[in-house]
Every structure is written in structure tokens, then in C-alpha cells.
């Protein structure tokens, strides 16, 4: 406010001094300048002595437009404002030096990089401000010698030269990439320069893992009994194993460049393209079973898997194929088809002998069951002639005998000569022999036996008084057999079977049953008596040989065992199928 004061204290002399003439130039003037300080403007005002007015006192003025300066300086002040938030917001550590190498200007980014604040304690630090420099193979630099330094200097530097280490305040170590840069004036004079850190630190340590991962799956790959190689989705060879060399007979140099299709067996190469196709196509392994040519023209069998490896758009963009040598499981496999081709001709020939055994058999166990039969009907035929001749033989004599006892008993009443009941007795017991013999050689040989007369047959056999043991039969009365064959045979088994149990069984009691199971029909002959101690050499007799044959030629089974209350039970199952 001071400024305008005088300039108003100036105006009211420059008033009193000058002519009324000139009052109206004044006001013009002041107009003038009040358009002026609305404007960016700069007035300069001299004083001098006029040579036509009295010598009166005038003001030279000069007015200099400042709008395009003002422009200017603000548009410079926003570009360093500007300037500076981009300098303290880079994401690397930016520091510039002067001519003399000392420290000008810093980032947030360099010292949080350095771990410290340079020329804090008033010092002109100089070319960086870390606390110590090193090479990166941890040899110690000194400052005079470090990037900054030397391009300063106008050294031309390198790639080698812009690796360094910092060591920061609390010791630790950061591994730093450098971009030094120098500033000229117009002369090409070097008046400074900015210097640019790029802390790698965490990509070195990122590259040292990746290193010993690699190494250590190089480690894996080399030492695998598995052979391992890289190609390209042309099938050209990158990487090889050291198993996959071996079982190729090839170096590693001999093999990167060739194709997999080139050492693939020339039956095999067709299958080997479409595979490989699928899992370039579908992104997906593939497995197959392929022969490789060796070195030496000969060739291996190999179990082969391709797995696609896939870039970061998930796209192939090389494969990985583990090959497993299975040549000594494919000779084994071939040797055991040629085995099995044997084994097959020669059970082959072994059926072929076992059938024509079996045929053998076959007419011996038809000659023999023929055999069988022709006892059994030799057997019949002999019980029939035997009661044949018991009863036209024996009976006809001892009836005969009978007569003439009783002829001779007549006689002898008349002249009274001897006892006549004595002779009455004889006679009576000749008759009862002839018809004990009768009835025996009736049950020697039935022929009235079939569906109708089984039930009766049955009751003659336990109703005989030949028997020692009494016999009685349990069965229903609505109860008939509907086969003549199946009835004929289970009275031969019943008659045999107690045939035997009054011979062996020492028993009280035989009961003959007959009755219905739910499969068919059971006949069974039991007593009470000792029963059996050597089943084996029970089953071997001829009885049970006879009854076992007649029970299997009507499809029934015969069983023999020996009951909880003791003595014998002969069992013959009939199926209702056999009826």
C-alpha cells in the first residue's frame, strides 16, 4: 500500500507543477496508468527539464507489458511444482550432482535406497550418498571411482561398469543397476548430472532361487532313470537328458536340432505326428508305446508321455516328452505270447488226447454199465429160474411126498399096524414145506410188479413169515407211484434192503415208508438194530452196489446212513422229474 501513497503524493505535485495547459495530458496520463495497473504492466518514469515551457518540470514514461512474462513464470512455476511431485514421486531412487560431483538434489526413494540423508551434518557430500560402495563381486569401491564419478569425468561407461553394491547405514547390502547422466550448456560443457538407481536387490535374489532351482532341476533331470527331452512344437529337439542320450547312443550336441519324427521308427512316425498333433491341439498329455532308433540303426522300445508346456495365454509353446525304455518288457512280452502260442497247441493237443480219453471212458462206462445190467438181469433171470424149479421141482416132490405119507397112513389105519397122527404129521409138515418154498420162490421172482401192484407187493414183503425180524410198511393210502419202471425198481431196493437188515441188522423192527418230499418221492427201509461201523466198506458190497445201480437207472440217488437213535436207514430219493 506504501508504493501507491507516493504515487499519489507524486501525482498531486506533478499537479501543482505543471501549467493548467496541461491539466487535461495529466488526466489522460492517470487514466492511462489505471489501465495500466489493470493490466500486467511495468511504467518507468523520468523527470527532465522543459526548453519550451518555461523550463518547466516534465516526466518522461515508459510502459512495458509484463502479460507474456507473467504467462511465463507462471507456467514455469507450474511446471517445476510439477517437476518436483514427479521427482519425489518416482518409484526409483533420482539423485543429480554439480559439476563437482556434489550432491544438489534427492528423492524420498534415494535415501529410503541409501538408508540415510546426505549432507545432513553440513558435509558436501559427493558422487552418491551411500556410506560405501562396492563391486558386485564385493570387492570395496571408492566413491572417486564409482559411475557417477567417472561420468562426471566424461568416461564413457558400460554395461559391466552400472552394476554396483550400496551398503546402506545398518549394513545390509542392495545390489544396484545405475543410469548416470550428464548435463551441458550450450558450449558442451559438462555443468552436472542426474543419476538414476534401480534397487535389483529382490530380482537378484529372485534370479539366485530361480538359479538353484533350475540347477537343482537340472540335477533332477540329468540323475533321472527316465529320458527327458524339450522340442518345440515343430518336433525339433531343444534339451536332452543324459538317459535319453544313452539309451539313443547320442550326444547331447548330436541330438538338439533333430527332429523326434527323424529317430522314430519308420513304422511308428505316422503315430507319432497324430499324437503329437492331439496334445498340441487339445493342450493335454499323451501316451503312446513307440520304438526309437539308436545311434547304432538298431532300435528300443519306449513308453513315451507329451506334455505340452504352455505360456502365460495358456497356449503351447514347447513340449516336454519322458520316454521309459520297456524293450527288455516288450522281448519279455514277445517270449511270453510265443510261450503261450506253446501252452495253446499244446493243450490243444492235450483236449484232443483228454477227448479222445474221454471217449474211451465214455464206451467203458457203457460196456460197463451194459455189464452191470446183464448181472442184474442175469440176477433176475437166475432168482426166476431158481423159483422156476422150487416150485415144478421141490413143491411138486414134497407134495407128491405128502400123498403118499398120507396113502401109507391109510393103509396103515386099516391094519393098525403103527400111530397114524404120526404119519398125519409128517404129512402136515411136508405140506407146510411146500408152502413155505412156494411163497419163497414167489418172492424170489415177481412179475406182477408195476404202479398199480407196488402198494400190494410192498405189503407181501412185510407181511412174508420168512422174516425173523417183524416188518411192517407206513404209507398214506391215497399214496401211487404213476412210473412202472421207477415202481418195479424201488420194490427190488425195498426187498433187497430188508433182505439185508434181517440178515445184519440184529434189530427188533424194520418199517418200510414210502411218502412224498418236496421234490419227488422217498423210499426208505430203517431198523433199530446195530448198525454199521465201515461206511467205505459197507458201500463196496455187492447189495449196495445192486441197489446204488437200480436207484441211478430210474435218476434217483441212494444214501446209507446211520440214524441219532441208532441202527440203519437205506434212503432212495426220487426227483419228480424221473416220474
Known amino acids: 500500500m506504501a508504493p501507491k501513497r507516493r504515487t499519489k503524493r507524486r501525482d498531486a505535485a506533478l499537479r501543482r507543477r505543471v501549467p493548467a495547459a496541461t491539466g487535461r495530458r495529466a488526466y489522460q496520463r492517470g487514466q492511462a496508468r489505471t489501465n495500466l495497473s489493470r493490466a500486467k504492466a511495468q511504467k518507468k518514469s523520468v523527470g527532465c ?67 540415510r540423508e546426505p549432507n545432513s551434518n553440513g558435509a558436501k557430500e559427493r558422487f552418491c550418498g551411500s556410506y560405501k560402495i562396492y563391486y558386485p563381486n564385493g570387492g570395496f569401491m571408492s566413491h572417486e571411482k564409482c559411475p557417477m564419478a567417472r561420468a562426471l569425468r566424461g568416461e564413457k561407461l558400460e554395461a559391466k561398469d552400472l552394476e554396483i553394491l550400496v551398503e546402506r547405514t545398518d549394513g545390509e547390502r542392495r545390489n544396484v543397476v545405475v543410469a548416470p547422466r550428464t548435463l551441458t550448456n550450450d558450449d558442451g560443457e559438462i555443468i552436472g548430472a542426474i543419476n538414476c538407481l534401480y534397487d535389483i536387490t529382490e530380482q537378484k535374489r529372485a534370479e539366485g532361487k530361480n538359479r538353484e532351482s533350475e540347477e537343482r532341476l537340472r540335477a533332477i533331470i540329468n540323475q533321472s532313470n527316465a529320458g527327458i527331452a524339450n522340442c518345440d512344437l515343430n518336433g ?51 501316451e503312446m508305446e513307440k520304438r526309437y532308433i539308436r545311434k547304432d540303426r538298431s532300435f528300443i522300445w519306449a513308453n513315451v508321455c507329451d506334455t505340452p508346456v504352455l505360456d502365460a495365454a495358456g497356449k503351447p509353446a514347447s513340449a516336454v516328452a519322458v520316454a521309459i525304455d520297456i ?69 411138486q416132490h414134497l407134495t407128491a411126498v405128502a400123498f403118499m405119507a398120507r396113502s401109507v397112513a391109510l393103509r396103515l389105519k386099516n391094519h393098525r399096524v403103527i400111530e397114524v397122527n404120526d404119519i398125519e404129521k409128517i404129512a402136515q409138515l411136508v405140506n407146510d414145506a411146500a408152502t413155505d418154498t412156494r411163497n419163497l420162490s414167489r418172492a424170489l421172482h415177481r412179475v406182477d410188479i408195476d404202479s398199480a401192484g407196488c402198494i400190494t407187493a410192498l405189503e407181501d414183503l412185510v407181511d412174508r413169515e420168512i422174516w425173523k425180524i417183524p416188518c411192517r410198511l407206513e404209507i398214506k393210502p391215497s399214496f401211487r407211484i404213476e412210473n412202472d419202471v421207477a415202481a418195479a425198481q424201488l420194490y427190488r431196493i425195498a426187498r433187497e434192503a430188508v433182505i439185508n437188515a434181517n440178515k445184519h441188522a440184529q434189530a427188533r423192527e424194520i418199517v418200510v415208508a414210502l411218502a412224498r418230499s418236496r421234490n419227488g418221492i422217498v423210499l426208505s427201509v430203517t431198523d433199530d438194530g446195530v448198525g454199521f461201523q465201515n461206511e467205505p466198506k459197507l458201500k463196496e458190497g455187492l447189495g449196495f452196489q445192486i441197489m446204488n445201480h437200480r436207484a441211478g437207472a430210474i435218476g434217483g440217488r441212494l444214501e446209507i446212513e446211520c440214524p441219532k437213535k441208532g441202527g440203519t436207514q437205506v434212503a432212495c430219493y426220487l426227483p419228480d422229474k424221473a416220474l
Open 49 to 115: 527539464q522543459s526548453t519550451t515551457r518555461n523550463s518547466a518540470l516534465l516526466y518522461q514514461t515508459a510502459i512495458i507489458d509484463l502479460r507474456e512474462l507473467k504467462a511465463a513464470e507462471a507456467k514455469l512455476g507450474t511446471s517445476e511444482q510439477r517437476y518436483r511431485t514427479l521427482f519425489e514421486l518416482v518409484p526409483i531412487a533420482v539423485y543429480a550432482c554439480d559439476a563437482n560431483g556434489v550432491i544438489e538434489e534427492f528423492n524420498r526413494r534415494a535415501v529410503e535406497l541409501w538408508g
Open 236 to 286: 525339433r529337439l531343444l534339451f536332452a537328458n543324459q538317459k535319453f542320450c544313452e539309451m539313443l547312443g547320442y550326444t547331447e550336441s548330436e541330438l538338439v536340432g533333430k527332429t523326434i519324427f527323424a529317430i522314430t521308427h519308420p513304422d511308428d512316425v505316422d503315430l507319432t505326428t497324430k499324437r503329437f498333433k492331439q496334445m498340441v491341439q487339445k493342450t493335454r498329455p499323451v
Open 327 to 395: 524293450t527288455e518288457r516288450k522281448k519279455a512280452e514277445a517270449a511270453l505270447q510265443k510261450s503261450k502260442a506253446v501252452l495253446e497247441e499244446r493243450v490243444r493237443e492235450r483236449t484232443h488226447a483228454l477227448r479222445v480219453a474221454n471217449k474211451e471212458l465214455a464206451g467203458e462206462i457203457a460196456r460197463r454199465k451194459g455189464l452191470e445190467g446183464q448181472i442184474l438181469e442175469i440176477s433176475d433171470r437166475e432168482q426166476q429160474r431158481l423159483g422156476q424149479e422150487l416150485h415144478d421141482g421141490l413143491c
